[in-house]
């Protein structure tokens, strides 16, 4: 009763299952979720980065190689026009094709580039590779098997090849046509080949006038893109190693404490345990934590339950073998005895046996529905002065001759609040004014008084029942909240009280946040003149009545 000895001494209207402020979350509530986040987006970050900045440097160097084939162009087109050279004729002047390709031939055309010639039509003059040594394109691929189809065969295959040479003809047709008009072009298109190629189109002029077009062409552009790729390998690998190491955290942090967490309950569950103790998750400060935290409070509030109705059963059994040992051994006395009064007195003892029997299983009955019944109705304002002139009501009009009797003096306010269930906040009152009703003189008087400290409903409501009888002993005051304890005075019959009522009492009080406590009243003197049961309930929030 440690438990109940703690609550008893908590300050009035404090609810003793006031769970503790939780501490604040980060990132909109989860620690947990803001770490995954936040891993994925360094890891998406750094992919995200490194593109940005390869995109920067791939179109930097390709600028760059436009710039320097330009520059190249500009330096062979003003020497192109120059009638020194020998590569013109006539009047008007034109393109000598030969002396072109010959100049071509002669001039120096670094590796990987492609110089051509165009006339002031557009027609080819002259090509670096039909003029030079140069072989363009790469290594034959090894021989086909004896049988197989030769490359191009396939129709398909061939209406492609078509299609992207007449696609490659057609952009390098558009360029030059560009360069006539007499602006320089620059761009990346699509080659015969099938590779993509940094070309610039610049047109030669004799003073004003075009004479034709010097295309030059780098075909390194997959080698550039290729360099790109490759420069990217280190960002998706770092972006790689960051995601293997959140999934590793993820692992150790949230897989491996759920799966430990998993198996501790099942450990419950299989009854080889009785509560999950885990106490190195439990000192973690994010969602496991807390996880770790609430399974082991909830494993041992169905521990300690478990214990308790462990000890209620065995309690209801030694309270009901009593009254059944008394009852056989008096069935066995009756066919010996001789007298008619001996008869009639083992009659009696057998009547108040079944009564305290009866009492004592409907109490139990009561008890074992609590829980069900606090949980199944829903809490409503209750005026407590109403429902207390209901009770002491009835208590009046059902009085016998010889029985005490019950006074009720309302508050000076006239009503008083609280939010519960008015079905078992009735019971409580019944209890405690049957128990002392037990403890009065014959025609003595109960006094049930309700009060309220204030009129805002900030201080708790009190119910106290006082009686006019012997008191509770001193070391007594608290266990007489325990099951099936009974202290009966002298004179009361006997199988009037299971020992439940007042454990009940404080059972549907605590459920509703307030608190139960046993005093002795006393006179000047200091003689103990009746007992005093008092409860305190939270009062209800202003503007809330029934």
Do not use: C
């Not at 670096?128 to 191009?152: D, F, K, N, Q």
């Not at 009888?469 to 004179?491: C, K, M």
């Amino acid at each position: 009763m440690a438990s109940d000895t703690a609550t008893a001494r908590a300050e009035p209207g404090v609810s003793p299952g006031d769970a503790p402020a939780r501490r604040p979350r980060r990132f909109g509530g989860s620690r947990l979720g803001g770490l995954i986040l936040a891993l994925n987006l360094v890891s998406l970050l750094i992919l995200f980065i490194g593109a940005l900045l390869l995109n920067e440097w791939s179109r930097g160097l390709i600028e760059a190689r436009q710039e320097t084939l330009t520059a190249q162009g500009e330096l062979l087109v003003r020497v192109l026009g120059e009638p020194q050279i020998g590569v013109t004729r006539g009047e008007p002047v034109s393109l000598d094709p030969i002396e072109a390709s010959r100049w071509l031939r002669d001039n120096f055309i670094p590796e990987g580039q492609r110089a051509r010639l165009f006339d002031v039509d557009g027609i080819p003059l002259a090509d670096s590779y039909e003029v030079t040594e140069a072989i363009p394109g790469g290594p034959l691929p090894p021989a086909r098997p004896a049988g197989s189809p030769a490359p191009g065969a396939d129709p398909d295959e061939a209406g492609r090849q078509t299609r992207a040479l007449q696609q490659a003809r057609a952009e390098l047709a558009a360029e030059v046509d560009g360069a006539l008009g007499g602006q320089s072009q620059a761009g990346i298109r699509m080659s015969e080949t099938g590779d993509q190629v940094v070309s610039v189109s610049i047109p030669v002029r004799h003073v004003e006038q075009v004479l034709g077009v010097l295309t030059l062409e780098a075909g390194d552009v997959n080698e550039t893109l290729a360099a790109q790729r490759r420069a990217l390998m280190p960002f998706a690998l770092v972006a790689l190693g960051v995601n293997l190491l959140g999934s590793l955290l993820m692992h150790m942090f949230v897989a491996r404490p759920v799966m430990r967490l998993s198996a501790a309950a099942d450990e419950v569950r299989l009854q080889r345990a009785r509560a999950i103790s885990l106490p190195d998750l439990e000192g973690r400060k994010d969602e496991i934590g807390d996880l770790a935290r609430s399974l082991e409070t909830m494993t041992a509030a169905l521990s300690d339950r478990m214990d308790a109705i462990e000890a209620f059963a065995a309690d209801v059994s030694h309270e009901i073998k009593n009254p059944l040992t008394s009852i056989r051994s008096a069935l066995e006395t009756l066919p010996l005895v001789k007298t008619d009064a001996q008869r009639e007195k083992l009659t009696t003892l057998l009547q108040q046996d079944v009564r305290r029997l009866d009492r004592l299983i409907t109490d139990i009955s009561n008890a074992s529905r609590l829980d069900a019944e606090l949980n199944r109705d829903r809490p409503r304002p209750i005026d407590l002065t109403v429902l207390l002139t209901e009770i002491v009501g009835v208590y009046e009009a059902s009085r016998k001759p010889g029985e005490a009797g019950v006074e009720f003096d309302p508050p000076a306010g006239g009503h008083a609040v609280v939010v519960g269930r008015d079905g078992p906040l009735g019971q409580v009152f019944r209890n405690l004014i049957d128990n002392a009703r037990s403890f009065s003189p014959p025609d003595g008087v109960v006094r049930v008084t309700l009060a309220r400290d204030d009129l805002d409903g900030a201080r708790p409501v009190r119910v106290r029942v006082d009686d006019d009888g012997p008191g509770i002993p001193a070391e007594n005051l608290e266990t007489v909240f325990e099951r099936f304890y009974t202290s009966r005075p002298r004179g009361t019959a006997f199988g009037t009280n299971s020992g439940l009522g007042l454990s009940i009492v404080r059972q549907i009080v605590e459920a509703h946040g307030g608190r139960v406590w046993a005093a002795n009243r006393t006179d000047a003197e200091g003689r103990v003149t009746g007992a005093r049961l008092e409860v305190a309930l939270p009062a209800a929030p202003a503007g809330r009545r029934p």
